[in-house]
């Protein structure tokens, strides 16, 4: 579905992405590992159309556009890191600007629908200012902004990030529901456990180059990485 | 008691011209974070717009000429942005690049009217009757009547497009974070390309109807320094800010000049400009900003 070939990200004198290959297949789950700084973010911005790169991508067979706007319209829609919420507007608002490039009411009703069933929390708040949710309520309007659009693609940076432990259980209980409903997700995180446990397969980025690459499942056995994201041996 | 209500009404008249620009400063500053001094070259061309299309086109009607001068002014203002900004937001240039660019072209728009028209003031014909309505003891000059209700109008329009459209949703969700906007699909530059349009419309009618109201000449841009004040005031970035501050500034200057002395009205602008940035930056409705360039 999403085909990443040697792909390269410089910002200035930083070459924060080294010449990586990624796939992602329809209906997957595919994880990004990596600590801070690792390039992570700046994948799924090339992805998004957000940062200038070198390389080829392709979606469905064909070249991806460069236009962040375009790149919505074709399917992929990123929740980006720190939520980036409109504070300004209310939940409902925050929900109607992920469907912005949509023009049918009646399906775009519908998703409302269904974004309210997987986030009742959200139902609950339509008419409240956005800025005054608690953070997992804001990673849930973030989440549901991004479903609002009627994604086939999305880019998930970091969604457990800042969230207690409770809450990062729930996040990633959706995160599969997300699956469920047909959706593919490229997922990134630092917290390795809890996405190698939901993915399908893996790749781990350490200072912008792949450097292990799975089945999650395999992933989560591998001593080294054990040892290096998971903390235990 | 009859002087009161007539300055409040004068106050009012002139604050809603000041409105009408101070709404397309916020406009630019909500979402580019810059304050676009460009605006008064606008303005005045809107005023020029609507002379030459009330006296040069077979003497179009009053508000066909404000149609005129509000669409030529529109373009004006587009045009400025895709020349004067552009270039810079491609670069991510610094607030004070955007700012520089905007007095240079302020300057040039001037100087572009005197080479051109020449440095004369000129004045409107007469289209309205200069008998002034009686209310009782009050009486009130028609032209302050039309003034204040064209400006209400235009404003009321500005404000169903920001608070019940799709665009306008989407000028309020780039107006917090351009970046999310991208990332739901809007694509920014429209979005600021209407929000020049809108501002540059309004500049138009502002310009048009001050014009009406004293004269046309190539530094009447300077008027929109109180608008300017005015929106600082009601808090840079709000429009609500910016009718509230504008409205008020209206009447305070009204009130300075009848109970004070004329001279005394710019002196009173200046000074609640300085009072405010020291005593509360963000103004009366304004987010708390870090920089207010
Ligand atoms: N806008 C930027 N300008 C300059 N350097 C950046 C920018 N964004 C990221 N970087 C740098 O690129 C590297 C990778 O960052 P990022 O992609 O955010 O990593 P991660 O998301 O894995 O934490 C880091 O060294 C970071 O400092
Ligand atoms: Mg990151």
């Known amino acids: ?79 980006p890191e720190g939520r980036l919420i409109f504070a300004n507007l209310t939940v409902l608002e925050n929900l109607k600007m992920g469907a912005y490039l949509r023009n049918d009411a009646k399906e775009i009703e519908r998703d409302l629908e269904r974004v309210y069933s997987l986030f009742p929390r959200l139902a609950e708040r339509k008419k409240q200012i956005a800025g005054t949710l608690s953070g997992g309520e804001q990673q849930m309007l973030a989440m549901g902004r991004g479903l609002m659009s009627s994604p086939e693609l999305i880019l998930l940076d970091e969604p457990s990030l800042g969230l207690a432990p409770m809450l990062i259980t729930t996040i990633f209980e959706i995160i599969s529901e997300i699956k469920a409903m047909g959706k593919t997700i490229l997922l990134v995180e630092q917290n390795a456990f809890k996405a190698l446990a939901v993915a ?28 290096a994201y998971l903390g235990r041996k | 008691m009859s002087i009161f209500i007539q300055q409040i009404i004068n106050g009012l008249s002139i604050g809603s011209i000041y409105a009408l620009m101070a709404v397309g400063y916020s406009l630019v500053y909500s979402i580019l974070n810059f304050s676009n001094f460009a605006h008064g070259g606008v303005i005045m061309l809107g005023a020029y717009f609507g002379l030459y299309a009330v006296t040069l086109v077979g003497g179009l009607p009053f508000l066909g000429a404000l149609a005129v001068a509000a669409l030529l002014a529109g373009l004006v203002a587009v045009a400025l942005e895709k020349i004067a900004y552009r270039p810079l937001r491609k670069r991510n240039a610094p607030s004070l690049y955007f700012i520089i660019s905007a007095m240079g072209a302020s300057i040039f728009l001037e100087n572009l009217v005197i080479v051109t028209i020449g440095p004369t003031f000129r004045t ?39 608070e019940k459209t799709k665009v306008g949703l989407a000028i309020r969700a780039c107006s917090f974070n351009t970046k999310a906007s991208n990332l739901m699909g809007v694509n920014v530059n429209r979005v600021i390309f209407i929000i020049f349009l809108l501002g540059g419309m309004l500049a138009g009618v502002a310009g048009m109807l001050f014009g009406m109201r004293y004269t046309v000449y190539p530094q009447i841009g300077v008027i929109t320094n109180k608008s300017f004040i005015a929106a600082v005031f009601g808090g840079l970035g709000s429009l609500p800010g910016a009718v509230v501050g504008s409205l008020l500034l209206g009447i305070i200057e009204t009130f300075g000049a009848g109970y004070i002395a004329s001279t005394y009205r710019d002196l009173i602008a200046f000074s609640l400009l300085i009072i405010i940035l020291v005593i509360r930056p963000s103004g009366l409705m304004g987010r708390v900003t870090e920089d207010k360039a």
């Open chain 1, 1 to 79: 579905m999403l085909k990443v070939r040697n792909l390269n990200v410089s910002y200035g004198g930083i070459h924060a992405i080294r010449g990586i290959d990624i796939d992602v297949e329809r209906g997957e789950i595919v994880t990004i590992i990596g600590s801070n700084g690792a390039g992570k973010s700046s994948l799924l911005n090339a992805v998004s159309g957000m940062v200038r790169y070198q390389g080829e991508m392709e979606y469905e067979g064909q070249q991806l556009p460069s236009q962040p706007h375009n790149i919505v319209k074709a399917g992929i829609c990123q929740v």
């Open chain 1, 200 to 227: 399908d397969r893996a790749y781990v980025l350490e200072q912008g180059i792949i450097t292990a690459s799975g089945p999650a499942s395999e992933l989560l056995r591998d001593s080294r990485i054990r040892e």
């Open chain 2, 124 to 162: 409107y014909p007469q289209m309205f009757s200069a008998a002034p309505i009686a209310l009782g003891n009050v009486t009130i000059s028609r032209i302050d009547v039309l003034m204040f209700a064209i400006a209400a109008i235009s404003l009321a329009v500005l404000m169903f497009i920001i």
